[in-house]
């Protein structure tokens, strides 16, 4: 079993930023992305970030010249750093990962959610 634990998140006023960590722990083979999603009330789930372990990044439109995300391989870890934060990203921010857990098998992780608000 897999299991995503996150970190960060919390209160802030809009142009102030925040960091968000996750880390990966259990038996896998390896983790080929990892990365960030967001809802917001009444709302998709929606792409924030999200690394490729071979380097690649991607990026929601919306977050783009404003967050960005890092990723330790070694560690299984994923942090996102969101700053000039507006109202329009509060939501529930969750880690996701794509793990290879045998070598027939790959799973998509979700990490339990952490709250961001940005408001004043």
């Known amino acids: 079993q897999v299991q995503l634990v996150e970190s960060g998140g919390g209160l802030v006023q809009p142009g102030g930023s925040l960091r968000l960590s996750c880390a990966a722990s259990g038996s896998f083979f390896s983790i080929p992305v990892m990365g960030w999603y967001r809802q917001a009330p009444g709302k998709q789930r929606e792409l924030v970030a999200r690394f490729f372990s071979g380097g690649t990044t991607n990026y929601g439109d919306s977050v783009k010249g404003r967050f960005t995300i890092s990723r330790d391989n070694a560690k299984n870890t994923v942090s996102l750093q969101m700053n000039s934060l507006k109202p329009e990203d509060t939501a529930v921010y969750y880690c996701?990962?794509?793990?290879?857990?045998?070598?027939?098998?790959?799973?998509?992780?979700w990490g339990q959610g952490t709250q961001v608000n940005v408001s004043s």
């Open positions: 996701n990962a794509v793990v290879v857990v045998s070598t027939r098998r790959t799973d998509n992780y």
